[in-house]
């Protein structure tokens, strides 16, 4: 061993009985150290030199008074709040704490707290009890309780001391009758007569607020920051204030600092939004609004904000997702419909365009693509009525030949054929190009008007630029008249004019296979998607071939497309032959990044929906098909598909609201009969046995329906007679739920063993999933413990994510004594999770039986202010204060919880008999 090492050694072996040598110091002794440290403006030595104090006698008083002191100072107002009425429980002088100790609830909103403090008997003095007996009285105001808190202000105002918070004081009984005008100006002479004051400024912003005095309440606002400068809720107040006043480049940074705080807080990542948008940065504009509309802002305002910022960055189906939410608050003709129905026609919502255009007003010629798209629509959903009205309409505003070309195909698609204005001035227009005269040709070919189109075609043949299109049109009507000799002469002359157009080659290819020429219309249709790989309807041709010849076919277009074509109709007809070809893969990879649209014709849709689900792509089908719904409302297949996947995803309420709306519309069974299970699941009785009784008798029989007699049989409190139609459509569909059904039934009827029988039958076989192993584990821990660990632990293996079984098995193990897996279990779901109840519960509960009860107690107060935290776990949190003796504290918290449950009230007065508590009254 060197020299050094054995010098080090010896060195602090030395150290180590130098200190075992030494005497402990006292808790008076830590006390006088932590005078000392804050005399050199030490604090945080002061509060470790205090702690060291209390870890020696926790019951001590005077440390926890003195740490309550340092904590208000250093602004940390829940700390002082905790030693302060410690301090007060274990003896302090009331006359020292409470002026401190209200100043902390002032700052923590503890304001039924604040109302329990001893004034009368605590030894304050009078100046005291004014500061005091104000802060009381305002809280007893915020509670409901004027009468208290005027006759409060009465006897104190009587004192007549000499401090501002005998002006103040006098407020109370103006605040009570709500005159806010005289208060006012009683308000602004506190604050003259002690300009750093925070109570007189924190009032005086309030109100001028109430007041409407804006500016004022600003300032007012800012200074009292100035002297409170953590306070949270001031902050909130004023950004908001700001925002209000559009000075956004002093609010954001106030924004801003309050969201490192809560970055999911819905108010003030609306007002963060709109901060944005003023300096025209609307991607973060729109960013921070949907984060404050996701997490529950339901703020008009703040969906106009949303739905302008995703205009201004051309993303137009958000926009239309956040405008048409206020749509129906608007009066008719607002600017903000003239921006929903904008960004409709350029969404793919455009179908929902119409309504919107019925209450616009004042059209003018830059409306003209709004309102064709708006007609448009009115066609595809066959309201030829509306789709003339709305022609009537751009007829008066048209002027450019591009407009009066896109009106007269509207009329063309309402057959007004006889009534089209001037088709042979429209062809002898030089302004319209060839290529709109060619779609007008092609639209009167598709209406059986041959004649119009031979006479555009005769129009485009004069002129050698524009004789190629006139071929395609000779070449159209023949095929469509059955004229195949009559075809071939103008299909010869397109190609000679052209010979590598693919529109010409296609009408050989058409002509070829009618001639009954097939083989040469397949030689004739690959050479033309070997030279023009986008070639739609060649492609189209060669994959309804022969199966085999086809899947070779179906590879050579996959690999074009693999090779860098762009085309996504290819793309979606390759993915339909995968998916009859059983290449669900394949299917999944073609279609993954193509969006259908409005336009997008119904056998897309239900492709891409069906390739979605058999590849278990549930969250992208669950979009494809709510989508589909809004495009076509009138669609059974998109309303199945939208039922189908929310019933994947056990979203039953979705699912149900689906059904609801479609059979608004129209009577459909299949959806009738699943309107009725999704009541049933959903425990609506008399909503169930309604959509029951519309069902066809003969469908009685059939097991799905005899599934949903089950439901409502159990519903009814008859589990004895769901039994058997329970069994019938899990025999006929194993699905899980199916499966739950029967266990309800079992154990509404007390026979959890059976259940659990059926649970572990069907968990052997092959349809055993990770919902039918959780439901048998759930049953274990009642029935069988030691199972239940084996069956969480298997979850676990298939889903390390987890968290219910992390958790379930922490509970498990915890009361196997089991202490240390149970925490290494618990912490990995707390952090999955860590704002569950049920896993902060769990974790708490091994904490406080690690002896780390401190611990357990910050962690239950990160969850239970939140809304929705069960009884049992409020009252934990309770006993768990109690048993580390923060009484005080624990009875607070009582007062402001609320129990509904028996078996809460039964452990309610078990606390209070077995830890003295008194004057408990939670509502």
Same mark, same amino acid.
């Given at each position: ?26 808790? =008076? ?91 009368? #008997? #605590? ?48 407020l109370i009984p103006l605040l009570a009758a709500e005159k806010y005008e005289e208060a006012v100006s ?34 007012? &606002? ?24 559009? =000075? ?59 739905? &302008?910022?995703?205009?201004? /960055?051309?993303?137009?189906?958000? #926009? ?45 010629? /830059? ?14 959903a066959d309201d030829e009525a509306a789709a003339i009205e709305m022609i009537e309409q751009m007829e ?38 060839? @290529? ?46 059955? =004229? ?11 190609? #000679? ?26 030689? /004739? ?105 809004? &495009? &076509?409302?009138? @669609? ?38 699943? @309107? ?19 069902? =066809? ?20 409190r008859r589990p004895a007679e769901a039994l058997d139609d329970a069994l019938v459509a899990y025999k ?102 860590? /704002? ?76 209070? @008999? ?10």
């Amino acid at each position: 061993m060197k020299k050094s090492t054995v010098t080090r050694i010896a060195a602090i072996s030395a150290l180590l009985l130098l200190v075992s040598g030494c005497g402990q110091k006292t808790t =008076d002794e830590h006390i006088s150290e932590a005078k000392q440290h804050l005399e050199q403006g030490d604090n945080k030595a002061a509060i470790i030199a205090l702690k060291n104090a209390i870890q020696l006698d926790p019951q001590a008083a005077q440390p926890r008074f003195e740490l309550g002191k340092i904590y208000l100072q250093e602004k940390d107002y829940e700390s002082a709040e905790k030693e302060l009425s410690r301090a007060l429980d274990y003896g302090y002088k009331p006359a020292d704490v409470l002026p401190l100790l209200s100043k902390a609830f002032q700052q923590t909103r503890a304001d039924v707290a604040m109302t329990e403090l001893p004034l009368e #008997s #605590s030894g304050l003095s009078n100046v005291d009890k004014v500061t005091v007996g104000y802060r009381k009285a305002l809280s007893l105001l915020t509670i409901g309780e004027n009468k208290q808190a005027v006759l409060l202000s009465e006897n104190f105002t009587a004192l007549n001391v000499n401090s501002v918070y005998h002006d103040l004081i006098q407020l109370i009984p103006l605040l009570a009758a709500e005159k806010y005008e005289e208060a006012v100006s009683k308000a602004e002479k506190a604050r003259d007569r002690s300009p750093l004051n925070s109570d007189a400024l924190l009032i005086l912003g309030r109100l001028y607020t109430s007041t409407g005095q804006g500016a004022k309440a600003v300032d007012s &606002f800012k200074d009292y920051l100035r002297v409170e400068p953590t306070d949270i809720r001031v902050k909130f107040i004023l950004a908001s204030l700001l925002i209000q006043q559009r =000075d956004a480049k002093q609010a954001e940074p106030l924004v801003d600092e309050l969201l490192a705080v809560n970055s999911k807080s819905p108010y003030l990542n609306q007002l963060k939004s709109i901060a944005r948008a003023v300096d025209n940065d609307y991607e973060s504009a729109l960013k921070y609004a949907e984060i404050a509309i996701n997490t529950g802002r339901l703020d008009p305002t703040l969906r106009v904000v949303a739905g &302008f910022a995703a205009y201004k /960055t051309e993303n137009y189906d958000k #926009s239309v997702e956040h405008l048409s939410t206020v749509a129906s608050l608007l009066p008719d003709d607002h600017s903000v419909l003239r921006l929903l129905a904008a960004s409709q026609v350029n969404s793919s919502t455009s179908a929902q365009v119409k309504s919107v255009i019925e209450r616009l007003d004042n059209f003018k010629s /830059t409306d003209v693509p709004l309102l064709s798209k708006a007609a448009l629509e009115m066609l595809k959903a066959d309201d030829e009525a509306a789709a003339i009205e709305m022609i009537e309409q751009m007829e008066s505003l048209s002027q450019s030949a591009e407009q009066i070309v896109q009106l007269n195909l509207l009329r063309l698609s309402v057959d007004d054929i006889d009534g089209l204005i001037g088709v042979d001035e429209l062809v002898e227009d030089q302004e319209v190009p060839v @290529q709109a005269k060619q779609m007008i040709a092609m639209a009167l070919i598709k209406h059986g008007k041959y004649d119009e189109a031979k006479a555009i075609a005769k129009e485009l043949k004069n002129n050698q630029d524009t004789a190629f299109s006139s071929f395609i049109i000779d070449a159209e009507v023949a095929l469509a008249e059955g =004229d195949l000799t009559g075809a071939k002469v103008p299909i010869d002359e397109a190609l #000679s004019e052209q010979p590598n157009a693919v529109p010409a080659k296609v009408l050989k290819m058409r002509l070829l296979e009618k001639q009954g020429q097939q083989e040469n219309a397949l030689a /004739t249709a690959r050479k033309i998607v070997t030279d023009s790989p986008n070639a739609f309807k060649a492609w189209q041709f060669l994959l309804t071939q022969d199966k085999d010849q086809a899947q070779q076919d179906l590879s050579a277009l996959i690999n074009s497309l693999e090779s860098g074509l762009t085309n996504p109709p290819l793309r979606m007809l390759a993915a339909q032959k995968a998916l009859e070809f059983d290449q669900k893969e394949q299917a999944l990879k073609l279609i993954k990044d193509i969006s259908p649209s409005a336009d997008s014709p119904q056998t897309l849709w239900q492709l891409k929906g069906n390739v979605l689900v058999q590849t278990n792509q549930v969250s992208a089908a669950e979009e494809h098909f709510r989508q589909w719904s809004e &495009f &076509f409302p009138n @669609q059974e297949k998109a309303a199945i598909g939208v039922i189908a996947v929310n019933n994947i995803r056990g979203n039953y309420p979705a699912a149900l609201a689906e059904a609801n709306r479609f059979l608004q519309l129209e009577d459909n069974q299949e959806i009738r009969i699943l @309107q009725a299970l999704f009541n049933a699941r959903l425990g609506n009785l008399e909503d169930a046995k309604a959509a029951w009784s519309k069902i =066809d008798e003969r469908l009685y029989d059939e097991p799905e329906v005899r599934g949903i007699s089950a439901h409502i049989s159990l519903l009814e409190r008859r589990p004895a007679e769901a039994l058997d139609d329970a069994l019938v459509a899990y025999k006929a569909n194993r699905s899980f739920d199916n499966l739950a059904l029967i266990t309800r039934i079992y154990a509404a009827q007390d026979q959890r063993s059976e259940a659990l029988a059926l649970l572990q039958e069907h968990n052997a076989t092959h349809e055993k999933d990770i919902r039918s192993l959780m439901l048998m584990a759930e049953y274990q821990m009642l029935l069988a413990p030691d199972k239940a660990v084996a069956s969480y632990k298997e979850a676990i293996a298939a889903d390390p994510y987890n968290y219910v079984a992390l958790n379930n098995l922490a509970y498990l193990k915890m009361n196997q004594a089991e202490l240390d897996e149970a925490r290494a279990l618990i912490e990995q779901a707390y952090q999955f999770v860590p /704002t569950n109840d049920g896993v902060v519960d769990t974790y708490a509960e091994i904490l406080t039986k690690q002896g780390e009860a401190d611990e357990a107690i910050v962690l239950y107060e990160t969850i239970i202010e939140q809304p929705g935290v069960a009884e049992h776990i409020r009252l934990n949190y309770v006993e768990t204060l109690l048993k580390q003796g923060s009484k005080a504290i624990a009875q607070r918290k009582l007062e402001r919880m609320r129990f509904s449950q028996p078996a809460s009230f039964v452990r309610l007065n078990s606390l209070i @008999q077995q830890y003295e508590l008194k004057n408990v009254k939670p509502r």
